[in-house]
């Protein structure tokens, strides 16, 4: 954004608010799983865990994405860093199943038994 010197632009200073409140988020996240995980709260820090692994996945897309569009369609074009972020994080998301994530999550908080490793073998 500053080499194309488009940090004066006002949509483009809303996206770059928008991917620090996702950052600030994840990061929000990351360090309530530590402290419980660090307080030996294992089976609270197993499910901050998953609804972590969750929220963070679509941030981090959603942060990408604001990226993308405030800097064009050259931002997609290799050796952008963006290009390959993008290309990294989009095969990163499907290892685990979202839809399976946020299921597990969901019978977590009714009680139901749950796999909270998202591992099938």
Known sequence: MTRQNKTADPYVQQRAGSMKVNIET??????????LWDSGRRA?????GGSARHLVEHLALETVEHCVRACGARSLVRPSPVERILRDLTFYARHDNDDHVLATIGRAALGETHDSSFFKP
């Open 44 to 48: 609270g820090a197993r499910r901050a």
């Open 26 to 35: 994840s990061h929000l996240w990351l360090a309530h799983v530590a402290q």
